[in-house]
């Protein structure tokens, strides 16, 4: 019992649902990268490279030949990730153009040397092949000290082209009120979060969930703004090597 109510709890970390509503104090953040990647993540094809993969939470609505999960060589990582490969953050160590589709979901603000990342990204990608980057545009400092930068969508979109990308499909979650809800709940959790998981899951019912749901009501009733928004989520093709 113990162990399903386990899993349901992770799963509403990634792809929150009603329930996420009351024990996911990042509820509309996660929910609007989840429903972007869901969409965009179909369209790469053949032999995917995820990048900082993590825990590959959406390795599972890929329909990829195969999914390669790529991370730094940490002893964290090593420990707690699900990479199949470790890199030192510079050279990625795979053959140029030894895939079909990239991803990365929230690493790019993490990394302090853009455009040699992205110089990377281009190699090991085919020519016509897909890149489905998600990056933070407002969002608080996290991961501390490896958090460098944030990326409007004019930032973003420029920074893709001259490294040989043609953006495909950009889109921007939550660009309505909940990014302001969201915000109240990542700064009552920064302010409350424990080493107790069940002490933190008490506090997101007490304080988090009610936000949640005054930010759900708001959202369906007032209009969206594309300028305030939590996310870039950016489809692109490689059309030159760089």
């Known amino acids: 019992m113990l162990k399903k109510l386990k899993s349901l709890y992770i799963q509403e970390q ?3 649902r009603f329930i ?5 104090p990042f509820y509309f953040a996660r ?8 969409k965009l993540i179909v369209r790469l094809e053949g032999k995917i490279l995820d990048i900082g993969c993590g825990n590959k939470p959406y390795a599972h609505l890929s329909s990829a030949k195969e999914y390669v999960g790529l991370e730094l060589d940490t002893q964290d990582n090593r420990r707690y990730k699900q990479a199949d490969y470790f890199y030192d ?28 990342f992205l110089k990377e990204a281009n190699r090991v ?16 400092e996290h991961e501390q000290p490896y958090d460098y930068a944030r990326y409007s969508s004019f930032g973003l979109t ?14 921007k979650s939550n660009n309505g009120i909940e990014v302001i809800f969201q915000l109240i709940n990542a700064y009552l959790f920064k302010i409350t979060v424990t080493q107790n998981i069940y002490l933190n899951l008490g506090v997101t019912l007490l304080l988090m969930a009610p ?6 009501l708001f959202a369906k009733i007032l209009p969206k703004n594309d300028d305030l928004y939590l996310d870039n989520i950016v489809l692109a093709k490689k059309i030159k090597n760089v």
């Open 158 to 171: 420029h920074f893709l082209r001259e490294s040989g990308f043609e953006i495909m499909e950009h889109q």
């Open 20 to 24: 996420g509503l009351f024990i996911n």
């Open 31 to 38: 929910k609007g990268l989840y429903q972007a990647v869901s």
């Open 211 to 216: 936000v949640n749901l005054l930010g759900l």
């Open 14 to 16: 990634f792809n929150p």
């Open 125 to 140: 990608l085919k020519i016509g092949g897909k890149f489905l980057i998600t990056v933070p545009f407002v969002w608080d």
């Open 89 to 116: 953050g510079t050279h990625m160590p795979f053959a140029n153009e030894d895939f079909d589709g990239l991803i990365s979901n929230q690493v790019f603000e993490h990394v302090f040397n853009p455009h040699d």
